[in-house]
């Protein structure tokens, strides 16, 4: 009898941001390649379904699935265990399996924490939870199953690597239709795609490349611009962003992706990230043309020497140079930054936010606080010099700062995080800026800059108090986006 299979979103931690969009691509992947291979598969989806654990717990007994799989990142970890339990508790004889990024990294200590837990899969879990499926099915034991972490005769085994997924054009798209699509889209109407995976570059901070590989594979422009279409014609989809580590790696492939787009007369508009060195005038025209609208790139830092430690490969001035070409062409200009990397101190940190300011101007992604994910070398060092405060994972949220250095201390790092959005928003140029796009833009600037103003004011009465400070800050910057 083929085994029915729940895929499981799990809820983020109380007060933390939703990460939703592209759990729902990863476990659409996984959906996809199960009902290609006719094994009936459905999700319970917590943010988009706004479940409680017991809503899972009563819906999960009613379903009573032979393979109850959940993935999580490193911040919803705790609450994917919690799930895994529940999950048996409530059915006894399922199989339970954790996946995901952070279980990559995390396998053997995740089935040593949670004893309700019984595989996990590492990497790209596409085939490997499919080979899963086929060995529960044909009562085999999953020894041979590359890819996995698993309890065997009472030990926990750690079975070989799967090689990455080499024609990632091969994978259908991901299962949407299993999701409240509806409900979704009131949250964010934008749709996710990823049309490629790994990357040719290895930073210190980045759990990303280290799940994929180093290797740079991609999906065909055909493929990719079948799916925008397919979306297009199956729920109106016009927005669309690309979750690629680097989508113009390689130029031709990008190139040929937006004469596809333009070809087929598609009435879209999307977003990608990618890295300063990896774009020219002639392509961002290109891309514009075919209805690129945003490019957000890793800026980091604004230290050369800080980027360096980062391994990041690049220089502030090729920063400068590219955002000044995005703003001449007409597309917005998207700086990730990250303020707290090992070594910095209160001046390199400072450096970084003028300079964000600088180069973008009108619109801030994020100043994210560097974060210590499992798999990093970043991890390991802090862990190794004995930097590493914090190890709830539910705070690994990149807002809270989790090791401090001899130079720059956790609560000194809270505090500029804070300072800096209030000082970028708080410029009168900025609002007056603002204004000039729009009476809709200006209103916000304002709205934006009173609630600055507010959390600056409280603070001045209520010193010391950065954990309710940077709560309002998280709050509005969430709004924001």
């Known amino acids: 009898m083929k085994p029915h299979v729940t895929l499981v979103n799990p809820p983020s931690p109380r007060g933390s941001a939703v990460h939703l969009p592209l759990a729902v691509l990863g476990l659409g992947y996984l959906a996809a390649v199960l009902e290609k291979n006719h094994y009936e598969v459905d999700v319970i989806d917590f943010p988009a379904l706004k479940f409680s654990y017991e809503d899972f717990r009563s819906e999960i007994s009613k379903r009573k699935p032979g393979i109850v799989g959940v993935t999580s990142t490193t911040l919803t970890y705790k609450c994917a265990l919690r799930v895994a339990k529940i999950a048996k508790e409530a059915c006894p004889n399922c199989l339970t399996v954790l996946g995901g990024i952070h279980a990559t990294f995390w ?99 980045c759990s990303t490349v280290r799940m994929h590989g180093r290797r740079y594979r991609a999906r065909s422009p055909k493929n990719v611009v079948d799916e925008m279409e397919f979306l297009q014609k199956t729920y109106g989809a016009t927005q669309f962003t690309f979750a690629d580590d680097v989508f113009t790696l390689d130029k031709v492939r990008t190139e040929e992706i937006c004469k596809e787009i333009k070809s087929r007369k598609l009435k879209v508009s999307w977003s990608c990230g990618t890295r300063v060195d990896m774009i020219t005038k002639e392509l961002l025209i290109t891309m514009k043309e075919a209805g690129c609208m945003a490019v957000w790139f890793g800026v980091e830092s604004g230290s050369q020497q800080v980027l360096d430690e980062m391994r990041k490969g690049i220089s502030p001035g090729q920063t400068m140079k590219v955002f000044s070409l995005l703003r001449e062409i007409g597309l917005m200009p998207v700086p990730n930054v990250v303020l707290g990397f090992p070594g910095e101190t209160k001046e390199s940190v400072w450096k970084t936010i003028k300079f964000a300011e600088k180069i973008s101007p009108d619109y801030i992604c994020c100043y994210d606080v560097a974060t210590p994910f499992p798999g990093t070398p970043m991890y390991e060092l802090v862990k190794e010099k004995g930097w590493l405060k914090i190890t709830d994972f539910d705070k690994y949220d990149i807002t809270t700062p989790i090791f401090e250095t001899p130079w720059l201390s956790m609560k000194e790092l809270a505090e500029i995080r804070a300072k800096a959005f209030r000082h970028f928003y708080l410029r009168p140029t900025y609002i007056l800026r603002m204004y000039t796009k729009g009476p809709s833009y200006g209103l916000m600037a304002t709205l934006t800059a009173f609630s600055y103003l507010r959390i600056a004011i409280r603070a001045k009465f209520q010193r010391g108090n950065l954990t309710k400070e940077n709560s309002y800050a998280k709050s509005d910057i969430r709004v924001m986006k």
């Open 107 to 205: 396998d053997d200590k995740a089935l040593e924490e949670c004893p309700e837990l019984d595989v996990v899969v590492r990497r790209e879990g596409e085939y490997t939870l499919l080979e899963l499926v086929q060995k529960l099915e044909a009562g085999e034991s999953f020894g041979e199953v590359l890819g996995i972490t698993y309890r065997s005769e009472g030990k926990i085994t750690q079975n070989p690597d799967r090689p990455p997924i080499e024609n990632l054009d091969d994978i259908p798209f991901p299962a949407l239709h299993l999701w409240p699509m509806e409900r979704i889209r009131k949250y964010e109407d934008i749709f996710y795609l990823m049309s490629s995976r790994g990357c040719a570059y290895w930073c210190e901070f």
